[in-house]
Antibody, heavy 121, light 107 residues
Framework: EVQLVESGGGLVQPGRSLKLSCAASGFTFSNYGMHWIRQAPTKGLEWVASISPSGSNTYYRDSVKGRFTISRDNAKSTLYLQMDSLRSEDTATYYC??????????????WGQGVMVTVSS | DIQMTQSPASLSASLGETVTIECLASEDIYSNLAWYQQKPGKSPQLLIFYANSLNDGVPSRFSGSGSGTQYSLKINSLQSEDVSIYFCQQNYDSPPTFGGGTKLELK
């Protein structure tokens, strides 16, 4: 059974940093692209960042480029999102998700339970 | 970025009814359209991809159709467990973008 468990969320002041983790199990982590998607309170879904199976390629939405860094440790089957210079508009539940197949499709099949990040003074 | 517009924003229907949700892309996305279901308090789940392919384990009362810029999700014989928010998403171009969601409630 595929499981994705996010951690690392919390309340942080604007301008500070936070690092999210997503522990994966139940599938061959190193074969799949991985993604972070966020959902602001009572709002819709917004793609944040993606990383290729090897970790050699990363992609970001414009509003987080230069502030967020997605990375992975395939030996630990863990995905990360380093978030720096946080802004109030980054407040959201952050989900990690797998690609649907080993191909690069930007389709999000399995999702974690989500972790809340609140940016406020 | 490709804009995805869903309609209606909310929908109320009776058990056993057939409902349809629409999604309009701001440009041709060549059937690279997915539908997700988000039950209350839960994470989204992938229902349909490439406009009309049902994901594993999704009941056959769900179906997708469309092409070009216009797509739809149809739910036949509405069940109580279908109460959810439904999102469309294009995976034709980066960044992948989602529609604003359609909240489906029981009448």
């Amino acid at each position: 059974e595929v499981q994705l468990v996010e951690s690392g969320g919390g309340l942080v002041q604007p301008g500070r940093s936070l690092k999210l983790s997503c522990a994966a199990s139940g599938f061959t982590f190193s074969n799949y692209g991985m993604h972070w998607i966020r959902q602001a309170p009572t709002k819709g879904l917004e793609w944040v960042a993606s990383i290729s199976p090897s970790g050699s390629n990363t992609y970001y939405r414009d509003s987080v480029k230069g502030r967020f860094t997605i990375s992975r440790d395939n030996a630990k089957s863990t995905l990360y999102l380093q978030m720096d210079s946080l802004r109030s508009e980054d407040t959201a539940t952050y989900y990690c998700a797998t690609g649907r197949t080993a191909n690069w499709e930007l389709l999000f099949d399995y999702w974690g339970q989500g972790v809340m990040v609140t940016v406020s003074s | 970025d490709i804009q995805m517009t869903q309609s209606p924003a909310s929908l109320s229907a009776s058990l056993g009814e057939t409902v349809t949700i629409e999604c309009l892309a701001s440009e041709d996305i060549y059937s690279n359209l997915a539908w997700y279901q988000q039950k209350p308090g839960k994470s989204p789940q992938l229902l349909i991809f490439y406009a009309n392919s049902l994901n594993d384990g999704v009941p056959s009362r769900f179906s997708g159709s469309g092409s070009g810029t216009q797509y739809s999700l149809k739910i036949n014989s509405l069940q109580s467990e279908d109460v959810s928010i439904y999102f469309c998403q294009q995976n034709y171009d980066s960044p992948p973008t989602f529609g604003g969601g359609t909240k489906l409630e029981l009448k």
